[in-house]
């Protein structure tokens, strides 16, 4: 017993030192905005997620004035909280109709977990996803414009 405990020792030494020699060579802060940006580009690319939903007034505002001046609303539909090791992600989507919601809101965790942590260095402590309306594809079909001159 003595041998794993000094093995153990010796693992938590070595991640303390690892960090103790990033805070010498100076400080990284990392805006919540920048987290929630990458949150909701790794939800896009999960298969049966149509889009996300703004969250909050705020949210709907600002993706409207992005709307009207070309801005960025890659964090639209995304909430977070980053603390110094952590983060917790909320996530608004709507689904294609047709998917199973359990198996999309598990990719979204793998998705958004792996991409943040490879990303930061942050873990998710949680990723909570809330399906907010299905999509259905019979009604978008395009529909050809007839021309009226050739």
């Known amino acids: 017993m003595a041998g794993k405990n000094q093995e153990t020792n010796v693992i938590v030494a070595e991640e303390v030192t690892s960090l103790l020699e990033q805070s010498e060579k100076g400080k990284v802060t990392i805006a919540d905005h920048v987290v929630a940006k990458i949150a909701g580009l790794a939800v896009r690319e999960v298969e049966?997620?149509?889009g996300l939903l703004p969250v909050?007034?705020?949210q709907v505002i600002t993706n409207l004035a992005n709307s009207?001046?070309?801005?960025?609303?890659?964090?639209?539909g995304v909430r977070v909280?980053?603390?110094?090791?952590e983060c917790a992600v909320d996530?608004?989507?709507?689904l294609e109709y047709g998917a199973s919601i359990p198996k999309v809101a598990d990719a979204i965790r793998v998705s958004v977990g792996n991409r943040?942590?490879?990303m930061t260095g942050l873990v998710c402590k949680e990723i909570n996803v809330e399906v907010v309306d299905l999509w259905f594809a019979e009604d978008?079909?395009?529909?050809?414009v007839a021309r009226r001159v050739q």
């Open 68 to 76: 009207i001046r070309g801005g960025d609303s890659r964090d639209l």
């Open 91 to 94: 996530v608004r989507i709507v």
């Open 81 to 85: 909280e980053v603390g110094k090791v």
């Open 48 to 50: 049966g997620v149509r």
């Open 140 to 144: 978008h079909v395009d529909v050809p």
């Open 56 to 58: 909050g007034t705020g």
């Open 116 to 118: 943040i942590k490879s």
